[in-house]
């Protein structure tokens, strides 16, 4: 299988990545970054970089190299707060996210329709998401609203696309990198979840789909133990 991660050089991209490269199940993974990879990672022979400066503008010229791609593991954007101000979270969150989105399933899903495939568009949300978009919030309210956002977008995308394109959707909370130390840990207040747990269920997700389209925190952390001890 050839999955597409957007993301890579991030937390839960890199992650994905690994979980990919881990993976008999995984033949191929396309990451487009902005800059290279480290080199041990363009090293395996399983993994192709694709420098891609815009994320919200795909070229013809992309169609040719994603080809044959079943899946897109897509890591990119975060809180409001990493972002300079909210326009540029709103820019990196919703519209990059329904730009790659409406690219795979208008370009590359369609291919996949003589297989009896859709393609997956599995997304890295967040914890807390509001889908309704006008209901009162009381804490982290523009992050949850612009994830909220993205997720409305690409449902009503994977509605529009409905044979060839499918959304699944991650929320997970504090996430913890590898290796983290337990002081680390207590630092993180409130729900957690290891990043190799993420990175497990969004490749599991990528391969066999999954009987409901989006993943809370709690179900991340249960699905992903299960996954890691295979």
């Known amino acids: 299988m050839k999955v597409v991660i957007c993301g890579a050089s991030g937390l839960v991209g890199g992650e994905a990545l690994i979980q990919c490269l ?35 503008h795909y070229p013809d010229s992309l169609i040719d190299q ?8 897509w890591a990119i954007g975060g809180m409001n707060a990493k972002f300079s101000d909210a326009a540029t979270a709103r820019t990196v969150n919703v519209e990059y996210t329904l730009a790659a989105a409406h690219f795979f399933a208008t370009a590359i899903a369609p291919a996949l329709s003589s297989t009896g495939k859709k393609f997956r568009f599995v997304y890295c949300s967040g914890w807390g998401t509001e889908n309704d978009l006008k209901k009162p919030l009381w804490w982290m309210q523009d992050s949850r609203r ?4 993205a997720e409305n977008g690409l449902f009503a995308l994977a509605k529009d696309n409905e044979g060839v394109f499918e959304v699944l959707v991650v929320r997970p909370a504090g996430i913890l990198p590898r290796g983290m130390t337990l002081t680390g ?7 957690s979840v290891k990043v190799e747990a993420v990175g497990a269920v969004m490749v599991e ?3 066999n789909g999954f009987e409901k389209r989006t993943l809370e925190n709690g179900e ?11």
Request: net charge positive; with cysteine.
């Open 66 to 73: 994603l080809a044959g791609s079943e899946a897109c593991l």
């Open 146 to 149: 612009i994830k909220g956002e």
């Open 22 to 56: 881990s993976n008999k199940a995984i033949t191929s993974v396309l990451a487009l970054t902005r800059r290279p990879l480290a080199t041990e990672l363009l090293a395996n022979s399983k993994v192709t970089n694709i420098l891609h400066e815009d994320f919200s």
């Open 185 to 191: 840990m207590l630092l993180m207040l409130g729900p």
């Open 205 to 207: 997700m990528a391969i």
């Open 220 to 230: 991340i952390v249960k699905r992903g133990k299960e996954l890691l001890l295979v």
